[in-house]
């Protein structure tokens, strides 16, 4: 976690994250955890205040909070990734449009003018092995290009050297995102596999007791609260942590797919060189093959059609419950 964190802390002084972001990030933190606070308060001061005291429950509650933990750092490791895409997609257009560059946003500025490129004491130590970055970014490519006295000549080799170097630069930055999402998949994949099962048998067993209750002739006012709505509310919470999981992976994933849609229209402006093409095509490629992927230990992937596949084998399991105990 500590290496994942670093190379979360690498990328924003690459990229330059602007401060409204991580302070974004922070009021989101914020809002989760006063949430969460809440939640277990209201739901679990019931069963600590008024006796019979169950320790058994007490236990459930627990291993229920700390579920509700591992998914909220997952869900925020998942959605940071996917500002860091956000963030290199918005170069990637503006290297469509460069006229549209301003001088704030301009990816190539900042990377040849930030302190940290300049001076190479920093990347000594780096257990990102970022001095693979550093040359990458000074690599002199262009030295068998038959230079002319003419100043025209010499600005156009000097400009082409720079945008080849850009997108190797943006190539590099990928992969260390690559990097970053395997680590997250390493690090929770088998946490997200339990919670969801967990989850699924939750939903349930809750909705198979509402169905039973609501099966008998007579239910009281309190009877219906405890049987049938109680149930039910636990039910809808743990659906809406499988959709927390869900949103956050899929949007993350759709990000990263934009890059190479962005990629493939950069491939097609004439103005182009071949030079700048044929690296460009390597990042292509790059991003073609290697995409960002969470997974639940492997079993599955985390996307939208979690949800649906939940929604399925619920409904089956519902039906036969039913009828067992209809039999």
């Known amino acids: 976690m500590d290496k994942l964190l670093y190379k979360i802390y690498v990328v924003d002084e690459i990229l330059n994250t602007k401060f409204d972001i991580l302070r974004i990030n922070e009021k989101h933190l914020r809002v989760q955890l006063l ?19 169950d320790y058994s429950v007490w236990i459930i509650y627990v291993c229920t909070t700390i579920k509700i933990v591992t998914i909220m750092q997952f869900v925020n490791l998942v959605s940071l990734l996917r500002q ?28 040849l003018q930030t302190p940290r490129f300049r001076n190479e004491d920093n ?53 260390v995102l690559c990097d970053i999402s395997s680590s997250v998949n390493s690090i929770y994949g088998l946490q997200i596999l339990l919670c969801i099962i967990l989850a699924f048998i939750e939903i349930t067993t809750n909705l198979s007791y509402s169905i039973i209750a609501l099966k008998e002739n007579v239910l009281t006012n309190e009877e219906l609260y405890l049987k049938v709505v109680t149930p039910i509310i636990w039910a809808l919470m743990q659906f809406l942590q499988l959709f927390w999981i869900a949103a956050s992976c899929s949007a993350t994933s759709e990000e990263a797919n934009r890059s190479v849609t962005l990629l493939q229209k950069l ?37 939208y059609s979690l ?15 039913v009828q067992m105990q209809a039999n």
């Open 35 to 53: 949430s969460l606070i809440s939640v277990v308060f209201i739901v679990y001061a019931n069963d600590g205040l008024v006796p019979p005291f």
């Open 84 to 111: 860091k895409f956000k963030i290199l997609n918005s170069y990637l257009a503006l290297a469509e449009n460069p006229t549209q560059c301003k001088n704030d946003n301009n990816l190539w500025e900042i990377l």
């Open 307 to 321: 949800l649906s596949s939940t929604v399925g084998a619920v409904v089956t399991y519902l039906v036969i419950l």
């Open 267 to 303: 491939l097609l402006l004439p103005e182009l060189h071949p030079a700048t093409s044929a690296e460009i095509q390597l990042f292509w490629q790059q991003a073609r093959d290697r995409k960002p992927k969470f997974t639940a230990w492997d079993f599955f992937t985390l996307n």
């Open 123 to 175: 990347w000594k130590d780096d257990a990102l092995q970022i001095e693979a970055f550093y040359q990458a970014l000074n690599r002199r490519r262009y030295s068998n290009i038959i230079m002319q006295d003419s100043t025209n000549i010499t600005i156009q080799n000097s400009w082409l050297h720079e945008e080849k170097l850009r997108f190797r630069a943006l190539s590099i930055i990928w992969d």
